[in-house]
């Protein structure tokens, strides 16, 4: 298993950006794909953006697509989400997890160890 820890969250006023970074310990880092997701207040949990264990393969949820950026860094074992031209409908609790097996996906389900989420408020 892999421990996870996110930061970077806060408040913005719309347009603005924020980068979360998720520092990793446990199993190692390299040998996982991540995600990011989020979960807005009475809402499921939703895919953000993944990345694969090597980082040359990115995927992005279509609302967040040409505004958030994911990468990684596998030698300070961390993942990072950049946000640019944020939205009030981006505000959300923002959690990072990493791939149950090698191959990383966009389902909650393909993900067995997450972080304890950091919250994202957007102002309009």
């Known amino acids: 298993q892999v421990q996870l820890v996110e930061s970077g969250g806060g408040l913005v006023q719309a347009g603005g950006s924020l980068r979360l970074s998720c520092a990793a310990s446990?199993?190692?880092?390299?040998?996982?794909?991540m995600g990011w997701f989020r979960q807005a207040p009475g809402k499921e949990r939703e895919f953000v953006a993944a990345i694969t264990r090597s980082g040359a393969t990115t995927y992005y949820a279509d609302s967040v697509k040409g505004r958030f950026t994911i990468s990684r860094d596998n030698a300070k074992n961390t993942v990072y989400l950049q946000m640019n031209s944020l939205k009030p409908e981006d505000t959300a609790v923002y959690y990072c997890a990493a791939s149950r097996g090698l191959r990383v996906g966009i389902e909650v389900r393909d993900f067995g160890s997450w972080g304890q989420g950091t919250q994202v408020t957007v102002s309009s």
């Open positions: 446990g199993r190692t880092f390299s040998s996982s794909g």
